[in-house]
């Protein structure tokens, strides 16, 4: 079984709409990140949630609102988007500890804002 | 300004033969580097790592070498096996900043029979 999931894998959506990203770990782990991957640039991180706790956004507009209701599940609400909004939008997570931990990505969710 | 850089958007070897993907840095306090392969409409899968104890680590046939001196890390593939062809990702972090991964554009690596 993955150990992260995602979905939808795909989303197409008009500016006005509202739409949400679901990113599921099976992995344990306390924490949980979004990253938003657009062509040719490095991943960005946007946000970064500890025991459901919101540690970091990444200066990231507020037409896009995370939500972690547990430490298994993260959703990213999305509302008024713009077509440069269109990217791939990946969910990882992580067991937090000092030192060496590492990130388990999602397959990701292709958005495209038209 | 970009921290961490793959300077080569795409590298081609033959099957069998050696795949070097490099990545510079410019952060001296990085002290845990990681590499991530990702297939299109997947996402990036974690690799191997290396700590900045460290100059070098081995998992098959992935071998990562570290230069603290020069900033520099790469990634040795060996032998290349044509399921190898994806995008190569590097990533870096400081310490005690548990949550935050920097990571490079990535390099694209085809290889061929």
């Known amino acids: 079984e993955t150990g992260v999931t995602q979905t939808p894998r795909h989303l197409v959506m008009g500016m006005t709409n509202k739409k949400s990203l679901k990113c599921e770990q099976h992995?344990?782990?306390?924490?949980m990140y979004w990253y938003k991957q657009s062509a040719k640039k490095p991943l960005e991180l946007m946000f970064v949630?500890?025991?459901?706790?919101?540690?970091e956004n990444n200066s990231v507009p507020s037409r896009f609102s995370p939500e972690c209701p547990n430490s298994s599940h993260l959703f990213l609400h999305l509302h008024t988007l713009q077509p440069e909004d269109s990217a791939l939008y990946l969910c990882?997570?992580?067991?937090?500890?000092?030192?060496?931990?590492?990130?388990?990505f999602g397959p990701g969710t292709r958005l495209l804002v038209l | 300004d970009q921290q961490v850089k793959q300077n080569s958007p795409s590298l081609s070897v033959q099957e069998g033969r050696i795949s070097i993907l490099n990545c510079d840095y410019t952060?001296?306090?990085?002290?845990?580097f990681l590499w991530y392969k990702k297939y299109p409409a997947e996402g990036p899968t974690f690799l191997i790592s290396?700590?900045?104890?460290?100059d070098k680590n081995e998992d098959g046939r992935f071998t990562v070498f570290l230069n603290k001196s020069a900033k520099h890390l790469s990634l040795h593939i060996v032998p290349s096996q044509p399921g190898d062809s994806a995008v190569y990702f590097c990533?870096?972090?400081?310490?005690?900043?548990?949550?935050?991964?920097?990571f490079g554009t990535g390099t694209r690596l085809q290889v061929f029979p």
């Open positions: 992995l344990g782990h306390n924490a």
């Open positions: 290396i700590s900045s104890i460290k």
């Open positions: 990533a870096a972090k400081r310490p005690y900043n548990t949550d935050k991964l920097i």
């Open positions: 952060n001296s306090m990085f002290d845990y």
């Open positions: 949630y500890n025991f459901k706790e919101q540690t």
């Open positions: 990882a997570s992580s067991q937090e500890l000092v030192g060496e931990e590492t990130q388990y």
